[in-house]
């Protein structure tokens, strides 16, 4: 079995060596499995911000042949103060222009107290299946 470890200098910003990587692929038979680490992007509101990270988690699965289609899950970590029902529609709005409804992802928020810098306000991170010979999806 193979594993790819995805980007680990990434960790080269911190004072210290930090003991992750942006991702991690897996190869199964017929599928690859990517596991991505949280992202956050620049950006001066919660909309740029949204938009700038799944845009960098789809540039990341194309490098593995996949796309937005093959996300299975996504955690999503919004900080405190950005908290509000008009917050949570952006996200959803800029959420539906990358994922369509015959292959949304299973999905959690949480509200975070902060995140890791006070500029970001959102932080996701996903796994997605990719299978060799593409998808045969079913709503239940």
């Known amino acids: ?3 790819e470890i995805i980007n680990p200098e990434t960790g080269d910003w ?11 692929a897996v190869q199964l038979p017929g599928a690859k499995r ?10 001066e509101t919660i909309e740029a911000q949204t938009r700038s990270t799944l845009e960098y988690i789809e540039g990341l699965l194309s ?3 996949g796309g937005m289609e093959d996300v299975v899950r996504v955690r999503v970590f919004i900080s405190r103060p950005q908290m509000d029902e008009e917050t949570l529609e952006t996200v959803h ?7 369509l409804r015959e292959h949304l992802p299973a999905s959690t928020l949480v509200e975070v107290e902060d995140l890791v ?4 306000m959102i932080e996701i991170d996903a796994d997605a299946v990719i299978p060799e010979e593409g998808w045969e999806t079913e709503q239940v």
Do not use: Q, T, W
């Open 34 to 43: 990517v596991f991505l680490s949280g992202i956050v992007a620049e950006g």
């Open 117 to 120: 810098d006070d500029d970001y």
């Open 14 to 24: 911190a004072e210290h060596e930090v003991a992750y990587a942006e991702g991690v």
């Open 93 to 99: 709005d800029v959420r539906n222009e990358f994922f």
């Open 1 to 3: 079995m193979r594993k």
């Open 63 to 65: 490098e593995y042949g």
